[in-house]
Nanobody, 124 residues
């Protein structure tokens, strides 16, 4: 079993930055893909970014490319999401997720473990 706990969310003005963290416990996730998803009120959960276990491969949603950066520290069992140039449409609950295997994927059903989520609100 893997437990994921996100932190770092909050209220930020448009154009600002926030860094989310997600710490994994229960077992090492060094051989897992780690990803971030988000869900806004009234919308379906959507893929944001993912990173392979070696950090060689990363994948981003088109809507966040050039603004968000995903990274991980396997020694700390932690994945990060640096979010810059935030927009009001980035407002959502952000979830950390983990999937076994080497390939980054955008389908949430392929991820086995999920955190409880952290709210990010971007004011205009």
């Amino acid at each position: 079993q893997v437990q994921l706990v996100e932190s770092g969310g909050g209220l930020v003005q448009a154009g600002g930055s926030v860094r989310l963290s997600c710490v994994a416990s229960g077992r090492t996730v060094s051989n897992y893909v780690l990803g971030w998803f988000r869900q806004a009120v009234g919308k379906e959960r959507e893929f944001v970014a993912a990173i392979s276990w070696s950090s060689i491969s990363t994948r981003y949603a088109e809507s966040v490319k050039g603004r968000f950066t995903i990274s991980r520290d396997n020694a700390k069992n932690t994945v990060y999401l640096q979010m810059n140039s935030l927009k009001p449409e980035d407002t959502a609950v952000y979830y950390c997720a983990a999937k076994p295997g080497p390939f980054t994927r955008v389908v949430d059903g392929l991820y086995d473990y999920w955190g409880q989520g952290t709210q990010v609100t971007v004011s205009s």
